[in-house]
């Protein structure tokens, strides 16, 4: 049962460097999402897809890119790293706002 | 969107009840109440979600007020396991996000 797989674990980029952040669900959800979490602090919503096809900006998406390849993947892009962004980023996919959310493992990000 | 306000700690003893509450006094008739609790250095885990009414399973109960103008998590006997973050989630109408508010920290002593 694989659920939400995030790749990579861990990943320290050079400030300006850019990297794809990927996520994938195996369960058939419509739904997918991109969070962050800074130390001690909550999950800030970056990006979200509804269903395949659609993205939408969340609370924080200054500095990143989204695109649903498909209806399992759902990727986030940093095209200039800042050391801002360094932070923890959790996917997750829900089939509908009725239903519960899986979440991945979390990427630790790293900007130096 | 609908808020909800949770208390930012709570304490208690390990076999002992909790209750973590939330109040969401702005909640439309469509949304659906959730709860997601964090353990450290993880991701968000689901708990519990429910509607209008009170519902339970292996890991919690949820009680929601008549008015569903607020609701609380219980678990039924805590353990040292249960140590995490609490949040308490509004999902519903035609709004797909899925936004965490601060939640509430829940220390098990044992």
């Known amino acids: 049962n694989a659920g939400v797989t995030q790749t990579p674990k861990f990943q320290v980029l050079k400030t300006g460097q850019s990297m794809t952040l990927q996520c994938a669900q195996d369960m058939n959800h419509n739904s997918m999402y991109w969070y962050r979490q800074d130390p001690g602090m909550g999950l800030r919503l970056i990006y979200y897809s509804a269903s395949e096809g659609t993205t939408d900006k969340g609370e924080v998406p200054n500095g990143y890119n989204v695109s649903r390849l498909n209806k399992r993947e759902f990727s986030l892009r940093l095209e200039s790293a800042a050391p801002s962004q360094t932070s923890v980023y959790f996917c997750?996919?829900?089939?509908?706002?009725?239903?519960?959310?899986?979440f991945g493992q979390g990427t630790r990000l790293t900007v130096v | 969107d609908a808020k909800t306000t949770q208390p930012n700690s709570m304490e208690s003893n390990e076999e002992e009840p909790v209750h973590l509450p939330c109040n969401h006094s702005?909640?439309?008739?469509?949304?659906?109440i959730h709860w997601y609790r964090q353990l450290p250095s993880q991701g968000p885990e689901y708990v519990i979600h429910g509607l209008t009414s009170n519902v339970n399973n292996r890991m919690a109960s949820l009680a929601i007020a008549e008015d569903r103008k607020s609701s609380t998590l219980i678990l039924h006997r805590a353990t040292l396991r249960d140590a995490a973050v609490y949040y308490c989630?509004?999902?519903?109408?035609?709004?797909?996000?899925?936004?965490f508010g601060k939640g509430t920290l829940l220390t098990v002593n044992p």
């Open positions: 997750a996919s829900s089939e509908a706002r009725g239903y519960r959310a899986f």
């Open positions: 989630i509004l999902r519903g109408g035609s709004n797909y996000k899925l936004t």
């Open positions: 702005t909640i439309s008739g469509t949304d659906y």
